[in-house]
């Protein structure tokens, strides 16, 4: 399998390592709720048209690694995400409906070479060791 990816006018590599936390960082993130998120957060992904390679839920954060097609802006991908897995998760998960919001406003981006993926993958691998 090729690292790049090839549509009709563009032949590309564009990962992106992807954090955003729950809002006031609490850890709502548990159990049956983090495999929900992660089933959602891989149908909106489809949906989109991106690739996760990664992903990490952690009680209060999520980390994920993607490869996107290099026309769609980073934070198109973030606020649909986010916005599919609030919905659904809100709505299967009666404890989230009391917060004004799943999700912060925030997040963090950070574009991925195939030098650095290693790295990323990695250091995402092993978020849930840290604790």
Known sequence: MSKYNVSSHSTYNVGYH???CTKYCYNLLRYSAAERLKTLLLQSASNLGITIQM???????VHLFIVARPNVPIAHIVCLLKGYSSYFMR????????YPSLWTRSYFA????HISEKTVVHYIENQKTKF
């Open 18 to 20: 992807i954090v955003f």
């Open 55 to 61: 992903m990490e839920v952690m009680p209060d954060h």
């Open 91 to 98: 709505k299967e998960f009666a404890y989230l409906r009391k």
């Open 110 to 113: 950070e574009t991925v070479g």
